[in-house]
């Protein structure tokens, strides 16, 4: 039965052992996700501002020849003889500075695009700084959990090679069983007169016997191998 507890003992550790492993490459795979989402989105918006700057370069220019050719008609109102004339350079000089506020106009979207974009890159930039650092260290931390869990398994492994050997043959085949029906717990403590694992009732001459340790009784429902917590004859 001492066999079969620490058999039991060193299966539950490779489960878990097992289920981190299974566990530790996706979270480092979450993470590296995580950082290239941040960093592509910086590069978006680094872009967008190089944009942003060439578009803006571009109205201040269209502005700028707009001025230039307002000013010339100005002046040229002084010189015309006749109201139709007037006329006809006034709408000239509306419709240059309809065109020049709409200029103006995006000018200030692009301004106001511009000074959102610039706050965030500089808060992004900072925080993949941190976050960069920190995933450095998260990821080396999750690597050398790997390599230990790794290094724990095969020793273990090698325990539960000298534990088998050591109990008959029939006795491990029924253990491996019913390990492998019951998610990897074959042996169980009684609880109080019931079965550990699955509940069910143990007659008392079993649990009388199992209490005094000289017979290796397993549980009439799930299979599994019973041992008393306070072993005395009495
Ligand atoms: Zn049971």
């Known amino acids: 039965m001492e066999n079969l507890k620490a058999l039991q003992s060193i299966d539950t550790k490779l489960k878990d ?7 530790l490459p996706s979270k480092v795979d979450e993470l590296n996700q995580q950082e290239d989402l941040i960093k592509s989105t910086l590069e978006g918006n680094k872009e967008r501002l ?16 707009i001025n230039i050719k307002v000013n010339r008609l100005k002046d040229q ?33 692009l301004m106001e695009e511009k000074e959102t974009l610039t706050e965030s890159v500089e808060t992004m930039d900072s925080e993949l700084g941190t ?40 006795t491990v085949s029924i253990y491996n069983r019913v390990c492998e029906a019951r998610n990897g717990l074959a042996v169980v403590s009684l609880s109080g007169n019931g079965c550990g694992g699955c509940g069910a009732h143990v007659p008392m001459q079993k649990v009388t016997e ?17 041992y008393s917590e306070n072993n005395s004859v009495n």
């Open 210 to 226: 199992i209490r005094a340790n000289i017979v290796i009784h397993r549980c009439d429902v799930c299979g599994r191998f019973l």
């Open 131 to 170: 976050l960069s650092s920190d995933l450095t260290v998260r990821r080396e931390k999750l690597e050398s959990a790997i390599s230990d869990s790794a290094d724990e398994k095969s020793s273990l492994e090698e325990k539960r090679i000298e534990k088998v050997d050591g109990i008959d043959f029939n």
């Open 77 to 109: 109102l002084f010189l015309v003889t006749n109201n139709k004339q007037y006329d006809a350079l006034m709408v000239e000089i509306d419709h240059l500075k309809d065109q020049r506020s709409t200029f103006e106009n995006e000018s200030l979207s």
């Open 17 to 23: 052992l097992n289920d981190l492993l299974g566990d």
């Open 50 to 65: 190089k944009e942003i700057a060439v578009e803006s370069h571009k109205r201040e220019v269209r502005i700028a020849e």
